[in-house]
Structures are given as C-alpha cells and as structure tokens.
C-alpha cells in the first residue's frame, strides 16, 4: 500500500513563500512520475506541476516562473517551492504518484493566500 503524506501548508501573505513536501512510502520511487494538483472551493482539481522520474518538469502556465517542482529520491519525497504567491493559489494542494495501474493521492494540505 502506497501512502503519501503533504506538509508545508498554510497560511501566507500575498507575495510570500511556501514550501509544500510530499513523502511517500513504497518501494522504487525513483521510477515514478510525481506531480502536484490543487483543488479551490468550488472548482475542479487542476495538475498544477509534474515531475519525471528523469527529472523532466512541465507547470500551468499561471505558476510558471513561481513555483518549481523537484524531487530527492534519497528521501522519496517530491517538493514544490511556491514563490510570489497569490490570492489564486488559495487550494487544497494534492501530491500524486503515477503507477502503471493506477494514481496515487495524499490526503492534501491547505494553502491560504490572504492579507
């Protein structure tokens, strides 16, 4: 069984920093395509960012050039870096590892963008 735990979440002002991260259990993490969605009230969850296991990233255009995705494989633990943060980006943040059968989804941890 495959678990995977967000932390990092909170509150922040507009233009502030987080750092989300997301440990998963499991063997050959390594292998596996990780990515980050988000979930606002009231609308549908969106892949916000995506890792490969080569290392390959892809971003929404509206968090290009403020939010990197990485990954330590030493730790089995994908992260995602959020700078400049808006209003926006207030969700629900999801981290999911693809397997060849099926996704796996951590429970989410809650971001707020206020003044």
């Known amino acids: 069984q495959v678990q995977l735990v967000e932390s990092g979440g909170g509150l922040v002002q507009p233009g502030g920093s987080l750092r989300l991260s997301c440990a998963a259990s499991g063997s050959f993490f390594s292998i596996y395509t990780m990515a980050w969605y988000r979930q606002a009230p009231g609308k549908q969850r969106e892949l916000v960012a995506v890792?490969?296991?080569?290392?390959?990233?892809n971003y929404v255009d509206s968090v290009k050039g403020r939010f990197t995705i990485s990954r330590d494989n030493a730790k089995n633990t994908v992260y995602l870096q959020m700078n400049s943060l808006k209003p926006e980006d207030t969700a629900v943040y999801y981290c999911?590892?693809?397997?060849?059968?099926?996704?796996?989804w951590g429970q989410g941890t809650q971001v707020t963008v206020s003044s």
């Open positions: 999911k590892q693809d397997r060849p059968v099926r996704g796996y």
């Open positions: 890792i490969t296991s080569g290392g390959t990233t």
